[in-house]
Nanobody, 116 residues
Framework: QVQLVESGGGLVQAGGSLRLSCAAS????????MGWYRQAPGKERELVAS????????YYRDFVKGRFTISRDNAKNTVTLQMNSLEPEDTAVYYC?????????WGQGTQVTVSF
């Protein structure tokens, strides 16, 4: 049984910060590259950032580079996304999953809303 539970979302003003967490269970977490994804209403789900198994390599989409930081703690089975300098266009439901994602691993996500 695989469960990925995202938390940490909320409402923040533009320029603010949020820290998202993903807790994994039922999956060999440390064996896989993990990513944070987001989906805004009416738009496709897209990868935001990913981190490899040993936290040696990180990938960021251009639109978050310099603002977001992805990290992981394999001992705690968690993946974190620190989001700074948030912009209204960051508003979306944020999910964690493997990278590439497995369709059955999608959780409920956590809502991030950035106001003007």
């Amino acid at each position: 049984q695989v469960q990925l539970v995202e938390s940490g979302g909320g409402l923040v003003q533009a320029g603010g910060s949020l820290r998202l967490s993903c807790a994994a269970s039922g999956v060999p977490f440390s064996d896989y590259t993990m990513g944070w994804y987001r989906q805004a209403p009416g738009k496709e789900r897209e990868l935001v950032a990913s981190i490899d198994r040993g936290s040696n390599n990180r990938y960021y989409r251009d639109f978050v580079k310099g603002r977001f930081t992805i990290s992981r703690d394999n001992a705690k089975n968690t993946v974190t996304l620190q989001m700074n300098s948030l912009e209204p266009e960051d508003t979306a439901v944020y999910y964690c999953n493997r990278d590439p994602p497995l369709p059955t691993y999608w959780g409920q996500g956590t809502q991030v809303t950035v106001s003007f």
